[in-house]
T-cell receptor, first 112, second 113 residues
């Protein structure tokens, strides 16, 4: 099935560092979403974006809906240990289609 | 309960067997989705219900997969003649409408031996 191009695939963070990840698509989306998934759990919504150019924050998280509607990024500032997990971007095409199309995820781990 | 629940949490079956996976959505949510997540991948869409009817089943991989939602609440995903390639985590999500936030359950991990 169709998936978004999400990068990086994985990254190691040191506590206090800022983190950035992004997603691109060949399709135009009406909605961009960012989810976090912990082991054994379902994805949990972090941020939802509904308009091209929109910049939205949720605590230390900031995400933007690209102007072309084909990309989005997520920044995490001043990372903490509980930020580890897998982050997924997801797009929703709109119209009669309600389903989400997901990226392959960015795995965040703590530097040893 | 407050969230989406799925049962069983784990299911191990043998190749060729039939399995049913259950999803209890958030009360009052009319939209219900099934996704499949393979190891190292993001969730992939299977089917979407609006009320009792399947509004979009374009993600079902073949006719061994079927899902129902007879009363517009609980949904069951049914897989016939399971194959090893069906092994994955099956996620269910619900939302109050097609355009609203989808809330995910914890998933059912299916292993086909």
């Amino acid at each position: 099935g169709q998936q978004l191009n999400q990068s990086p695939q994985s990254m190691f963070i040191q506590e206090g560092e800022d983190v950035s990840m992004n997603c691109t698509s060949s399709s135009i989306f009406n909605t961009w979403l960012w989810y976090k998934q912990d082991p054994g759990e379902g994805p949990v919504l972090l941020i939802a974006l509904y308009k091209a150019g929109e910049l939205t924050s949720n605590g230390r998280l900031t995400a933007q809906f690209g102007i072309t509607r084909k990309d989005s990024f997520l920044n995490i500032s001043a990372s903490i240990p509980s930020d580890v997990g897998i982050y997924f971007c997801a797009g929703q095409l709109g119209g009669s289609q309600g389903n989400l199309i997901f990226g392959k995820g960015t795995k965040l781990s703590v530097k040893p | 309960g407050a969230g989406v629940s799925q049962t069983p949490s784990n299911k191990v079956t043998e190749k060729g067997k039939y399995v049913e996976l259950r999803c209890d959505p958030i009360s009052g949510h009319t939209a219900l989705y099934w996704y499949r997540q393979s190891l190292g991948q993001g969730p992939e869409f299977l089917i979407y219900f609006q009320g009792t009817g399947a509004a979009d089943d374009s993600g079902l991989p073949n006719d061994r997969f079927f899902a129902v939602r007879p009363e517009g609440s609980v949904s069951t995903l049914k897989i016939q003649r399971t194959e090893r390639g069906d092994s994955a985590v099956y996620l269910c999500a619900s939302s109050s409408s097609r355009v609203d936030t989808q809330y995910f359950g914890p998933g059912t991990r299916l292993t086909v031996l």
